[in-house]
């Protein structure tokens, strides 16, 4: 489709960045980014006109998505703006123009474009050989000054080693060293909008300890010697979730993996910066309240679990047991997911009705019921009356 009607237009277009990593690759990427030596905004409307679906403007960065009928989004941009007004065109300022967005990227491997123009179709405009990093699964800067630019490439760069199984070359890695720093000059939400996206990736522990090794951590104050418990306490909880599938996901969230590190070095205090949201905050509550469990190990039964940790929630239950390895894993597994859908036979109302006195003690004996209930001795309604007179 974008091709025919760059033809029409007489626009040379370009599929650019991830999207021609990925196809190399033969990875799936629904981001299809493409580049217009022209006016980004007019050929995303010259789509529309040819097949239909939808635009969307950003005027003030010159680009648009043009959002296929079949709900595809494709984003449009202009390589230069002014280029447009100039009427005539050479080829070799064509491509100069458009080296000019790719010198702009982060990496080789990132900083490639296919045309997409019928009589040059699949044509790769590769500068910076990213095609040979590619194949020596190789990630690299463009030019020295790439992580001052942008700091959050170090974590896009880790991101994509870990992804591809690709490593940094040696110069890349030692920049990354030597930027690390100023990593502490973005705000929380630019390294947190990173960090969902770096674990969400296949190898969570593997990043936390790469991580390390690059000094990351370490400028938020977890210390050096904390790599190998951090990197142990992420396996444990990414295997928890594995074999056990429990009531909180199949994966950890971002944030249960982020916070290791910080635990690790019992410096907890220093990620609240980090948690931006209730849920995130109660998860750090509950850790630093869990963090002393003594006895937990004994128990046997799930209902008894219950006293210990009703008020806490299934994701914090979890971290600390994955933590610490605990033998009775099912049991503890077995209760988060009875009480989901824990039946409530009894409320205070009830007890009333069956003649006790209201006070504070009504706590305590609904919390004995929830505790047989989850130990399956109570059934039904009837059980837990009888219970109550017992
Ligand atoms: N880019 C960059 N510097 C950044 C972020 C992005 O140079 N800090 C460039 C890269 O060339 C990248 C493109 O912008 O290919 C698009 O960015 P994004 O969609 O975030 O990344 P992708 O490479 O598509 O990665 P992913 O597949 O994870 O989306």
Not at 44 to 57: C, I, N, Q, W
Not at 268 to 282: E, P
Request: proline fraction near 4%; charge should be negative.
């Amino acid at each position: 489709d974008i091709s025919r009607t760059a033809e029409r237009t007489g626009m040379r277009v370009y599929l650019i960045g991830g999207i021609v990593r990925d196809l190399f690759l033969e990875r799936p990427n629904d981001d299809i980014d493409i580049v217009v030596e022209g006016n980004g905004i007019d050929f995303a409307e010259h789509l529309r006109t040819d097949y239909g679906g939808s635009v969307k403007m950003h005027e003030t960065f010159g680009t648009a998505s043009w959002i296929h009928p079949s709900g595809l989004y494709i984003d449009v941009t202009s390589a230069r703006l002014e280029y447009y007004e100039r009427p005539a065109s050479l080829p070799d300022v064509e491509l100069s123009t458009l080296s000019e967005d790719l010198y702009r990227r982060d990496f080789t491997i990132n900083s490639m474009a296919l045309c997409l123009n019928p009589e040059v179709f699949g044509d790769l405009v590769d500068p910076f050989n990213g095609q040979a990093d590619l194949r020596s699964k190789t990630i690299k800067v463009l030019h020295n000054l790439s992580f001052i630019d942008d700091p959050t490439r170090i974590l896009r760069a880790v991101r994509f080693e870990t992804r591809f199984d690709f490593l940094m070359d040696k110069q890349t890695e030692s920049l990354a060293l030597n930027s690390m720093a100023r990593m502490r000059d973005l705000s929380a939400h630019r390294i947190v909008e990173e960090m969902k996206r770096l674990f969400k990736d296949e190898d969570p522990p593997g990043t936390i300890k790469r991580l390390f090794k690059l000094t990351f951590w370490q400028q938020f104050g977890v210390d050096d010697g904390s790599a190998e418990q951090s990197y142990i306490h992420a396996g444990q909880l990414k295997m928890f979730y594995e074999i056990h599938k429990p009531p909180a996901g199949t994966k950890p969230r971002w944030f249960n993996y982020f916070a290791i590190p910080f635990f690790t070095s019992k410096k907890m205090y220093l990620m609240s910066q980090f948690s931006l949201t209730k849920r995130n905050n109660k998860f750090l509550q509950d850790i630093r309240n869990l963090s002393d469990m003594e006895g937990v190990e004994q128990i046997r039964e799930p209902g008894e679990f219950h006293r210990f940790l009703k008020h806490y929630e299934d994701e914090a239950i979890i971290f600390m047991i994955a933590k610490e390895n605990m033998e009775n894993e099912d049991i503890i597994t077995s209760y988060l997911k009875r009480r989901i859908d824990m039946p409530v036979f009894l409320t205070g109302e009830d007890l009333i009705q069956e003649g006790m006195k209201p006070g504070p003690h009504f706590r305590g004996i609904l919390l004995e019921l929830e505790v047989a209930v989850l130990n399956g001795e109570i059934n039904t309604r009837d059980e837990a009356v009888a219970w109550l007179h017992e």
